[in-house]
């Protein structure tokens, strides 16, 4: 026995020793990669010597004799820190995923092959300016530069994720970064899935008159009604059940709900006490780690710029100079468009235009897939833009036989300039400068906010496609793409994007909502981002006669959701304080605290307050209900709370309370039904999920921020390391917007918001401020992975000036590129 003892002893000493080795070794590895801040590299691909000053946050401060080495400098200062997530950027516009992560993702390498991103951004190069052009290839020498060093000097491959997935990292491109916009253009787009949702729900609903209580039309002047889109495509199935595409973090396509956002506010010297201009700005993204914002300081020629860069990109994207702030906002514009397009039925290469048939241009293309044989695909354009095949996006369920649908968007430009807009837009002196440089801007649109020294002003950037005033759906539905009428004519006059500058008011500001009310096909879009936020910060706008930094920075902090304020007392009307006692643990008196807490509550989304978890649950079950018998198992394409919806529901405009009765029940349900079973079962959820004790709850625990790896982040054990999750208060109609998932186990979820925050004061532009949500650093080992994190949960800030001194004076490091 004792024997045995001991070899046990020893084999689990053995072990344990080995265990710890490996960790070691892999920790050895790992941090090979960790850059070092602070040496002197000879390079090739500058003309000049440029110096990389870290600060205190690790932000570079990037100097040079002149801008394309400037842009050297900042392409060098990507690469190391986010070379994985550039390099898998370009992978996903290539379509050129499944090479290292295999068959997992290869129904996003197919659309990205369809759609060609990758093909058009290098073809855009030519259409550049010569400026833009030159900081292009400047920045690309920089990421090799990195490149080079890091074969050099063995550096760890550069990332610790190119050990788990080894896979050869070819030289960056000019056309490379134009690419990575155009991914970003896709991840903002959602008006492609909005119309094949339309269409499906209104081959669902037996009354056509209910498609505007569910997808309900953004408050303002009315719009003709549609046809039903059965009529344009007889012989659809009223329902056919969808295939929904694999969800993997990866995938650069949103989910309904989860395209764009963001706030910007601006206030003129008029209305702000420094007596200078102000501009906040927050862009919504979904959370990853590290996050899509990268902070950098540019020294051109023209002076410095500061603020948010998206790495693989050479431009600052929100921030300032020492003369000009910007800021971005999706602007929701409709640039894209579905077209069902008729196959020739005795030659299925043609398909009919209205010139009569015509060929596809088609060639194919290969699909190189880890582990696994490679597939050919034979893609296909017609005039429209590329064919889509019915396995994305549920088009299949809205598809006649003999049809196939296309594509119109404006992000398909082969003549793309918005890079040269963005570099531009930097070296701008002023609003109206900024505002005549935006109209080179061809996709994202965006609505762009400035201010210089004076003035304020918005433009909404980005193509407007023009539409023919016959157009049948006007962009809401898919439309037969062999009918003119529902073809685009071009580019609208960029002088049609609206513009605001100056205005009376002395503020200016976008949460996403409707920003004008124009007659089709001007009208800029029929599906807005938002409706909800922008009233609470119309209050918080008009509560001051003058403004300051610190009190925009409340309104962007803020968490009271107007949304809870208007609909609580609708859908509880007839429950407040009603009822006999109930004893203690029956449902009954869990429903009475539940509406006793809600009473008394002010709809502030605090992460330490139980009201917001039982306001969500109960809104969520709510909808659930009123739809489930009237849309079936599409209802569970709508995964986010429409309040427009609930409030016509409960108001009963144009006999939208129809909603509350259940069709397969014999009895007729009342909308006060609706909500006491809705809020029965909200509670129930919660109770088997945070427990019973309703006054404990934490809104916190359920709308966790889940800034997670998208790649490691499933990866047990490991996932603990990547992944940064955080309490956070908010929700989806908060300025302070978290929004949630919306489904799964964890429906409350944080998982889009606000990655990056900015506010700058003109009367004293160094005293200006940001933060991202994780930090500078994409290497999980890195100090500067996570740093900003809790400074974002916590509503702080850090500094954002030009000051070369303050930057050289507690710098982390120092790096000066020196050419060979």
Known sequence: MGIVFRWLVRITTGLILLALAAVALVYFLASQSLPDYDQTVEVSGASAPVEIIRDTANVPHILAENDPDVFFGLGYAHAQDRLWQMTVMRRTAQGRLSEIFGARTVHIDKLLRRLDLYGLAHRSVDAQDDYTKAALRAYAAGVNARLDEINEAALGRGAPEMFLFNAPVSPWQPGDSIAVIKLMGLQLSGHLEDEVLRARTS???????????????????????LPEYAALFPGLPRYARGTPMPDTPLSPFPKRGLAGASNAWTAAPSRS????????????????????????????????VIGATIP???????????????????????????????????????????????????????????????????????????VLPGSHYNLETITPPGHIASLSWTALSPRDTSMTASLALMNADNVREAIDVGELFIS?????????????????????PKRDL????????????????????????????????????????????????????????????DTQRVHRWERLMQSREVHTRDSFIEAQLDTVSFTARSLLPLIGADLWFTGASAPEGTPERQRQIALSLLAEWNGEMNEHLPEPLIYAAWLRALQIRLISDELGPLAAEYKHVEPLFIERVYRDIDGASVWCDVRQSAPSETCTDMARLALDDALIWIAENYGTALQSLRWGDAHQATHDHPV???????????????????????????????????????????????VYDFADPDSSVFITATGQSGHFLSRYYDDQAQLWRRGEYIPMSLDLDLARAAAVGVTNLIPR
């Open 273 to 304: 006490a420094s007596g200078g201009t102000l501009l906040a700005n927050d862009p919504h993204l979904g959370f990853t780690a590290p996050g899509v914002w990268y902070l950098a300081r540019l020294e051109l020629a023209k002076g410095g």
């Open 712 to 758: 490691l982040g499933n990866v047990p054990v490991l996932r603990f390391f990547v992944n940064i999750r955080q309490s956070t208060s908010g929700g989806d109609n908060t300025l302070l917007r978290g929004r949630t998932t919306g489904e799964g186990r964890d429906p409350f979820q944080n998982v889009h918001g606000a990655g990056y925050r900015g």
């Open 444 to 464: 994202p649109s965006q609505n762009l906010s400035l201010v210089d020294k004076d003035t304020i002003g918005l433009k909404l950037i980005g193509a407007m």
């Open 470 to 529: 016959r157009n049948q759906s006007r962009g809401r539905i898919p439309t037969p793409g062999w009918l003119a009428e529902n073809l685009w004519q071009g580019r609208l006059p960029y002088a049609d994007n609206p513009e605001f500058v100056a205005p009376a008011g002395g503020i200016l500001g976008n949460t996403n909502n409707k920003i004008i009310d124009r007659p089709f096909p001007l009208h800029v879009s029929y599906e807005w981002g």
């Open 203 to 225: 081959l669902m609903l037996n009354d056509p008159a209910r498609l505007t209580d569910i997808l309900p039309n953004v408050p303002g002047a009315g719009i003709a009604a």
């Open 312 to 386: 693989g990109v050479p431009a600052v994207m929100t921030g300032r100079s020492d003369r000009l702030g910007w800021g971005l906002t999706s602007s929701y514009l409709d640039d894209q468009d579905l077209h069902i397009e008729r196959l020739n039925p005795e030659n299925p290469e043609e398909y009919l235009t209205p010139d009569g048939f015509k060929k596809f241009r088609t060639r194919p293309s290969i699909i190189e897939i880890k582990d696994e044989a490679p597939i050919t695909l034979t893609l296909r354009w017609t005039e429209n833009g590329p």
